[in-house]
């Protein structure tokens, strides 16, 4: 089976905010350029494990079970996203809040525009 769309969302997702860390980095400020990745990590890579649990079976005779890997899934999105906010904070000092919050935003919106793009 092929890779789904959505992994291939979460891999532009982590270049997208790999790219915008390392510039932010290169500009002298390593503590935004570490929260802007953590905050974009802490979206793609719960969605790269959505991706990879939902997708998992296929076809009509698997439908129960393709219902039952999507609950599981966004369950799973859901609570490593949860585990991954309270570790940054827990663990990382010094962080720029802000800048984790606008980063893992702005990665929400970049995913909402490429999964439009990928439904027309």
């Not at 905010?17 to 390392?22: D, I, M, N, R």
Request: aromatic share 12%; glycine share 4%; charged share 10%.
């Amino acid at each position: 089976m092929s890779k789904p769309p959505v992994l291939k969302i979460a891999a532009v997702q982590l270049l997208l905010v790999s790219l915008v860390s390392a510039t932010w980095h290169f500009v002298g400020n390593p503590v935004t350029a570490l929260s802007i990745f953590l905050g974009g990590a802490l979206c793609a890579l719960p969605n790269a494990y959505f991706a990879l649990r939902a997708f998992r079976h296929s076809g009509a005779r698997a439908a129960p079970r393709v219902v039952e890997s999507f609950y599981r899934a966004e369950t799973g999105k859901f609570v490593l996203t949860l585990v991954g906010f309270a570790a940054v904070f827990a663990a990382i000092r010094p962080l720029n809040a802000a800048a984790l919050f606008i980063s893992y935003s702005l990665c929400v919106i970049v995913q909402w525009l490429l999964v439009a793009r990928l439904v027309r």
